[in-house]
């Protein structure tokens, strides 16, 4: 069986979280993301949020003036960032729920119930040439939501199933895997390019990264984590090392 290669876009918020913590201009997000990019990276993933507790505005422009890959820019689904995609236009753009007290995002987006909201800034994203992704639960339903909306990507939301992993829940883990697995299975069916992410680690990411649907896994925490003990490159090459071995082992 054939399997195309997995891509790794690496989100450098956290980069952006140390730099904040002390002020200043260091260390920078966007030497961050060239190292990412010169390590193996494909892409490279930053969220604006609303409250900018990481990210700022003159990261996502450094970023889209300097990198020659793709940038994902994640946003809240609102008016403000919707006319800071377009004035930027990146690759793509990746609708994310977003709540101010929470520490990071915790689940994927209500694309049934706030198809109201969403139709009309899907739209405007989309007539400005940026392609659009919706962060998302792992439901066949959801899926479905999601092609209905006319979004062309859905991010499968894989904390949970993380979480499972980080609980060694044999029973759990099991269950997230086959939501994961069926979702995939499903959206790609009807036409939607499947992507995935949040939590993984080298030590989750092998059963996501086999599943052939799925094209691209979106890794932030982990990677900058690691950086901490082995370097930015290194970690990025370790996680690349993890997908690719997987992704083989799937072709099988």
């Given at each position: 069986m054939s399997?195309?290669?997995?891509?790794?876009?690496v989100?450098?918020?956290?980069?952006a979280t140390?730099?904040?913590?002390?002020?200043?201009s260091?260390?920078?997000?966007v030497?961050?993301?060239?190292?990412a990019?010169?390590a193996?990276a494909?892409g490279?993933?930053?969220?604006l949020r609303?409250d900018?507790?990481?990210?700022?505005d003159?990261?996502?422009?450094?970023?889209r003036?300097s990198l020659?890959?793709?940038?994902?820019?994640?946003m809240?689904?609102?008016?403000?960032?919707?006319?800071?995609?377009?004035?930027?236009?990146?690759?793509?753009?990746c609708?994310?729920?977003?709540?101010r007290?929470?520490?990071?995002t915790?689940?994927g987006l209500?694309?049934?119930?706030?198809?109201?909201h969403?139709?009309?800034?899907?739209?405007?994203?989309a007539?400005?040439?940026?392609?659009?992704?919706?962060f998302?639960?792992?439901?066949?339903?959801?899926?479905?939501?999601?092609?209905?909306?006319?979004?062309?990507?859905?991010?499968?939301?894989?904390?949970?199933?993380?979480?499972a992993?980080?609980?060694?829940?044999?029973?759990?883990?099991?269950h997230?895997l086959?939501?994961?697995?069926r979702?995939?299975?499903?959206?790609?069916?009807?036409?939607?390019?499947?992507h995935?992410?949040?939590?993984?680690?080298?030590?989750?990411v092998?059963?996501?990264?086999?599943?052939?649907?799925?094209?691209?896994?979106n890794?932030g925490?982990?990677?900058?984590a690691e950086?901490?003990?082995?370097?930015?490159?290194?970690a990025?090459?370790?996680m690349?090392a993890?997908?690719?071995?997987?992704?083989t082992?799937?072709?099988?």
């Amino acid at each position: 069986m054939s399997v195309s290669q997995l891509r790794l876009g690496v989100n450098i918020d956290h980069v952006a979280t140390v730099r904040n913590a002390r002020g200043g201009s260091y260390p920078d997000p966007v030497r961050a993301a060239h190292l990412a990019v010169d390590a193996g990276a494909d892409g490279i993933t930053a969220h604006l949020r609303e409250d900018r507790r990481h990210i700022r505005d003159a990261d996502i422009a450094a970023l889209r003036a300097s990198l020659a890959v793709p940038l994902n820019f994640e946003m809240a689904a609102t008016d403000e960032m919707v006319r800071l995609a377009i004035d930027t236009r990146p690759h793509a753009a990746c609708l994310v729920p977003e709540k101010r007290e929470e520490r990071t995002t915790e689940g994927g987006l209500d694309i049934v119930g706030g198809r109201a909201h969403l139709a009309p800034r899907i739209r405007a994203l989309a007539e400005a040439g940026i392609r659009v992704s919706l962060f998302v639960e792992p439901e066949p339903a959801v899926m479905e939501a999601a092609r209905a909306l006319g979004a062309p990507v859905v991010e499968l939301h894989t904390g949970s199933y993380c979480e499972a992993a980080l609980d060694g829940d044999e029973a759990a883990l099991a269950h997230e895997l086959a939501r994961i697995r069926r979702a995939a299975a499903h959206g790609a069916g009807i036409g939607l390019e499947i992507h995935a992410g949040h939590g993984l680690t080298t030590g989750s990411v092998g059963p996501v990264a086999a599943l052939p649907e799925i094209l691209e896994l979106n890794i932030g925490h982990a990677l900058i984590a690691e950086a901490i003990f082995v370097g930015l490159p290194q970690a990025i090459r370790d996680m690349r090392a993890a997908m690719d071995r997987a992704r083989t082992g799937s072709a099988r």
